[in-house]
């Protein structure tokens, strides 16, 4: 186990709607990241946190997506008016130290579903 | 869309084969890390390269960073069936430290 946690497991939901997931990282560590994974692909950066401060954002992220890490240990990522080309696995990450030092530890994601 | 591509996408092979995947970047990058995703799981770290030409060895997976620090190797001697997987590189590029994944490639083992 990691000791990342990711909550909820599944998600189905309709197009249109909002959707929220939440990331618990290891309790040390002080980066935090969010991927997108889908079938056949490697996971896709979406944004990065150092404590409470989010450093980087793809420009993929449309202003559909917001990410949060409020105080700096858990962190949510919401999704506004769900499409349907939404839908993927959604990856939590953190790490102790900068990726030029330190490695990854990845939660078992988020498999959110948009009918 | 992906900015570090690796081949082959898709590699099977008999048990006790050896079986070798590239990672190619388009850019020099900082470090060079490698993870393995089971079906249905999700990456867990393997290795980092850090220094051009750089080589590093776990077992039997031997890990290999170019001279140019834009491409990466990843070796398995005579591999094993709990060798079934994703493996995907990641690097960093600059200043950023922003991760970026590699295609993967598939291995598929039969005994």
């Known amino acids: 186990d990691t000791g990342v946690s990711q909550d909820p497991r599944h998600k189905i939901t309709k197009r249109g709607q909002n959707v929220t997931f939440r990331c618990d990282p290891i309790?040390?560590?002080?980066?935090l990241y969010w991927y997108r994974q889908t079938l056949g692909q490697g996971p896709e950066f979406l944004t990065y946190?150092?404590?409470?401060?989010?450093?980087?954002k793809s420009r993929l992220l449309s202003d559909r997506f917001s990410a949060e890490r409020p105080k700096g240990s858990f962190s949510t990522l919401e999704i506004q008016r769900t499409e349907q080309g939404d839908s993927a696995m959604y990856l939590c990450?953190?790490?102790?130290?900068?990726?030029?030092?330190?490695?990854?530890?990845f939660g078992s994601g988020t498999q959110l579903s948009v009918l | 869309g992906q900015q570090v591509m690796q081949i082959p996408q898709y590699q099977h092979v008999q048990e006790g084969e050896d079986f070798t995947t590239y990672c190619n970047s388009s850019t020099t990058l900082s470090n060079i890390q490698w993870y393995k995703q089971r079906p249905g799981g999700h990456p867990v770290f393997l290795i980092q390269l850090v220094k051009s030409g750089e080589v590093k060895k776990q077992k039997r997976l031997t890990f290999q960073f170019g001279e140019a620090k834009k491409n990466s190797s990843l070796h398995i001697t005579a591999t094993q069936t709990t060798d079934v997987g994703t493996y995907f590189c990641?690097?960093?590029?600059?200043?950023?430290?922003?991760?970026?994944f590699g295609t993967g490639t598939l291995l598929a083992v039969q005994p």
């Open positions: 309790s040390e560590h002080n980066r």
């Open positions: 990450a953190s790490s102790a130290r900068e990726p030029k030092q330190g490695k990854l530890f």
């Open positions: 990641a690097g960093t590029r600059g200043a950023t430290n922003k991760l970026i």
């Open positions: 946190f150092q404590n409470e401060a989010q450093l980087e």
